[in-house]
């Protein structure tokens, strides 16, 4: 059974009947196009029957066909739109049941001994009917993001309790826009807590200004993350969410785990949370992520040595400076490293910073500005494109940095961290992450670290490889690069 923690499900964006008349309407289709492949093209074997067999005769069998799969999909809660369910979770749901289905219809097939029929067709069916659900289902999630990015159907949603849980659920919100939640703040009793906004998320005030906070910020759902020892509270403060037509979702305090430590399972209707350990990057997990960072450095270093060499040039006859930018940062488990760049700023710019950062009033955590004043005209060009960052794959080469994962910070900004933020130095650093295709500098510091602890506890080789592609129109687009 999936340990995804799926909150609710996602507003309706669409009528309930769509995806059920897509798929009975899919089913005819699969059924016409096996129909051409089995006594047209005559796909695998001929046709030994010299009497053309007519397609009206199959069309009961594919309304029984297609009222199999509504019965057994409408079970298995496929029409039930649970945010964060994935793709491969769907796929698997259509697969069982178009075997069952494809199972029945044989059966039928040697009861009744129908004059005209081909069991080699609803093997066609069988494969077509898969390809035909699952390419509908891709396409659904693709312009289900396009409208939630928009803001359609995203819910305004409020958290209440911002400690280790409220931190976690609020990392996959920030993290996976897709899911359609959209945070207006957070409550908390933490006085301390409620008076620093994380990032663009504001902290709201204490748990009595809840029903004050439901109606100016016309919240749609309220997201309990309290721990169990505050049940009274949770009840209490549901009861006036519901009074006021607001959804309640309750998050149990494991879920501060790992997510992949906890197990969701159905004791008939009653679910069962199980903790086990279990070590996001273990030796396996590490080596593999190593193997995929020599290998695409290793495949790609004719081009990004020569792209490099030109870069050098550049900069030689732009001022006559040093070429490269090397720089102590933070890596791992708190381990420092020289990280190489290309210089782009001038020689003093250092010394210059805390200026700039009291004179605009920057994050010290993650000092950002748009138009530094101290970039060189090839610098800002190489920022603009990020292509000031190519030296970085000599760090990953030596077992400094990686392709993928959190952005490496200045001992300086470390310093400033609170505990949670910490949490970020649990990876080894990357070139790219979520947080560089998720608005590079224009993400806030806080918004980062959540980000960063999502990718942590989440990691796989395909997510490496999502944010790798991901990347690539972000930096021809120069998406918040500066």
């Known amino acids: 059974m999936s340990n995804t923690p799926y909150f609710n499900e996602s507003p309706p964006v669409e009528p309930r009947w769509l995806m059920p008349v897509v798929d009975v309407l899919l089913v005819f289709i699969a059924f016409g196009m096996a129909y051409v492949l089995r006594y047209d093209l005559q796909l695998i074997r001929p046709v030994i029957d010299p009497t053309r067999a007519e397609f009206a005769p199959y069309l009961p069998y594919a309304a029984c066909y297609a009222f199999l ?37 044989l059966a039928m097939f040697f009861l009744i001994q129908p004059l005209i029929t081909s069991r ?16 509908v289902r891709v396409v659904r999630r693709m312009v289900l993001a396009q409208l939630r990015a928009k803001g ?32 207006v703040g957070f409550l908390d009793d933490d006085p301390a807590k409620v008076e620093v906004d994380l990032g663009r998320i504001q902290g709201l005030g204490n748990y009595d200004a809840l029903e004050q906070v439901l109606e100016a910020q016309h919240v749609e759902l309220v997201v309990f993350t309290l721990s169990w020892h505050e049940n009274e509270t949770v009840q209490r403060m549901a009861k006036l969410c519901m009074a006021h037509g607001v959804e309640v979702r309750i998050v149990p305090d494991v879920f501060h785990h790992n997510m992949r430590q906890v197990q969701v399972e159905n004791l008939d209707g009653i679910p069962l949370l199980s903790v086990s350990e279990s070590a996001t990057f273990s030796t396996s997990a590490r080596l593999s992520k190593r193997l995929l960072d020599l290998g695409l450095v290793i495949v790609f270093a004719p081009l990004w040595l020569v792209v490099m060499g030109v870069i050098a040039l550049l900069i030689k006859l732009d001022d006559g400076g040093s070429v490269f930018y090397v720089q102590r940062r933070v890596g791992e488990g708190g381990r420092t490293f020289n990280m190489v760049k290309f210089r782009t700023m001038i020689p003093n710019a250092d010394k210059l910073l805390p200026e700039l950062i009291a004179k605009y009033q920057l994050d010290p955590k993650h000092p950002k500005l748009a138009n530094d004043p101290r970039q060189t005209r090839v610098g800002r060009v190489l920022r603009r494109t990020s292509l000031d960052e190519l030296p970085n794959l000599f760090n990953v080469l030596r077992g400094e940095m990686s392709l993928v994962g959190p952005r490496p910070a200045v001992p300086e900004e470390v310093a400033l961290y609170q505990d949670w933020h910490k949490q970020r130095l649990r990876a080894v650093p990357g070139i790219t992450g979520l947080w560089q295709i998720s608005g590079r500098s224009d993400v806030p510091f806080e918004e980062m670290c959540l980000m960063d602890i999502y990718y942590i506890e989440t990691w796989s080789l395909k997510f490496d490889l999502q944010i790798l592609l991901m990347t690539i129109p972000r930096v021809l687009l120069r998406v918040g690069a500066y």
């Open 120 to 135: 080699l067709m609803l093997v066609y069916v069988a494969a077509l009917t898969v390809l035909l659900l699952a390419f």
């Open 69 to 105: 799969l509504f019965v057994n999909y409408q079970s298995n809660q496929l029409y039930r739109n649970f945010r964060g369910r994935s793709l491969s979770e769907e796929v698997t749901i259509i697969v069982n049941g178009v075997t069952i289905a494809t199972v029945i219809l």
């Open 152 to 183: 359609i159907g995203v819910q305004r949603t409020l958290i209440v309790g911002m400690k280790e849980t409220g931190h976690a659920v609020l990392s996959v919100m920030i993290s996976r826009s897709d899911l359609g939640y959209r945070v």
